[in-house]
């Protein structure tokens, strides 16, 4: 198969979708991978190491789109890139299309076959190729978090590990989760006073379990929410409904009711952010100030850190990545009903429901797709 791996044109993304070691599985099971040149190099993986594993290297991008039958990337194709797509492409990358109308109606008009890590499955009920980066994101959460409640940054001034004689300040965590956890794991380890809020008990229980009381867990409801909005210094939003659009937790009228300079870091800004006055932000200019409130809402987190991210990345899409390069598309989703619900969008139409319902379309079932 003729496999694509163009470089990544999102603000500050310097991940690439392939390692010279998945080339080299690729190549040797007898695949063409053909790499835009300068694709790894913001992840520390030069042309050369491409070409020793078996690439070959393009500098025009159209003619690397227009020669590609796979196409692998990382983040949600850019308007520009929407318009090389035709019918002959699979596209096999991060979509999160419930928070993207327009992104999700270019797909459906180029005819491709999309399909998106974040929605395939494993058989524990995880999220595999979203896991790797959700640990990142979870980690940075609180890095970036406390780096915007400093002055300089708008911040309230409050240090979170506190001083002896002064309080640790107070982190409340929206959803336990992948994200979740490692946000509070980080928390934690700076000396911080951590709540983790979620509608799962099962998931409370886990939480409770693993942190043997460090950690408190809060059943979320509306109380529980006004409760943390008014203690936090900092919360993380940390929520996820697999494929649909991320419920408001956090409305505007809340921030009132919040310490000035507090912080918000809306992780789940790629599923159209839990806080209401979230906007997608980059890492060029990460946060901006609504009532006093500093909010952080950088949509592709793991990026900044490349060659962490891209290593965690691509251990996780490769095998995925071997059986669509092996069997084609059809048949590699036919064989394994946890690839299956990756197919996000096919010959113009959805085949996600949560996409569909989140823009009040209709969606086709994908095991009618391929066969199955
Ligand atoms: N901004 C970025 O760069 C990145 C963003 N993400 C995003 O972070 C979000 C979270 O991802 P994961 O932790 O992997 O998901 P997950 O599925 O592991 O965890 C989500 C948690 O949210 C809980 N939840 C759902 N609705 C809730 C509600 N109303 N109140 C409280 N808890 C609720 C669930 O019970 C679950 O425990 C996703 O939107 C994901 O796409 C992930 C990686 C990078
Ligand atoms: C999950 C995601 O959107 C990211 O890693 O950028
Ligand atoms: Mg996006």
């Known amino acids: 198969m003729k496999i694509a791996v163009p470089k990544e044109i999102k603000n500050h993304e310097y991940r690439v979708a392939l390692t010279p070691t998945g080339v080299r599985e690729l190549t040797g099971r007898g695949h063409h991978v053909c790499v835009e040149s300068g694709a790894g190099e913001g992840a520390g993986f030069p042309d050369s190491a491409y070409q020793s594993a078996g690439a070959t290297i393009e500098q025009v991008v159209e003619a690397l789109w227009q020669h590609a039958e796979l196409i692998l990337k990382v983040k949600e194709p850019q308007p520009e890139e929407v318009a090389r797509l035709t019918p002959e492409h699979t596209l096999f990358t991060y979509l999160h299309l419930a928070a993207e109308q327009s992104l999700t109606q270019g797909l459906m008009d180029s005819g491709a076959t999309c399909i998106a890590y974040e929605t395939i499955t ?97 059943y979320s409801t509306a109380d529980a929410l006004d409760h943390a909005a008014r203690e936090s210094d900092m919360i993380v939003g940390a929520v996820l409904i697999p494929g649909a659009a991320a419920p408001k937790l956090i409305t505007r009228a809340m921030l009132a009711d919040m310490k000035p300079g507090s912080v918000l870091v809306d992780v789940a800004i790629d599923q159209g952010g839990c806080f209401e006055t979230s906007k997608p932000t980059t890492h060029a200019e990460p946060t901006y ?57 096919h010959n113009g139409q959805i085949t996600y429901r949560a996409v569909a319902e989140a823009f009040g379309l209709a969606s086709v079932d994908p095991s009618s797709v391929v066969g199955r």
């Open 289 to 345: 100030l609504v009532d006093g409130i500093v909010h952080y809402c950088v949509a592709n987190m793991p990026g900044a850190v490349a060659r962490t991210s891209t290593l965690g990345l691509t251990n996780a899409t490769l095998p995925f990545v071997l059986a669509l390069a092996d069997k084609g598309w059809q048949k590699a989703l036919a064989d394994d009903a946890h690839f299956l619900p990756g197919l996000n969008v």
């Open 122 to 218: 494993d058989a524990k009920g995880g999220l595999p190729l979203l896991a790797p980066m959700s640990t990142v994101a979870g980690r940075m959460a609180v890095q970036a978090g406390a780096h915007s409640l400093e002055k300089a940054q708008g911040g309230s001034g409050v240090l979170l590990p506190g001083v002896p004689g002064v309080s640790p300040g107070k982190v409340t965590v929206i959803g336990g989760g992948v994200v979740g956890e490692n946000a509070a794991r980080m928390a934690l380890g700076l000396g911080a006073d951590v709540t983790i809020l979620d509608k799962s008990i099962a998931r409370l229980e886990v939480l409770d379990d693993r942190y043997q009381g460090r950690i408190k867990t809060v």
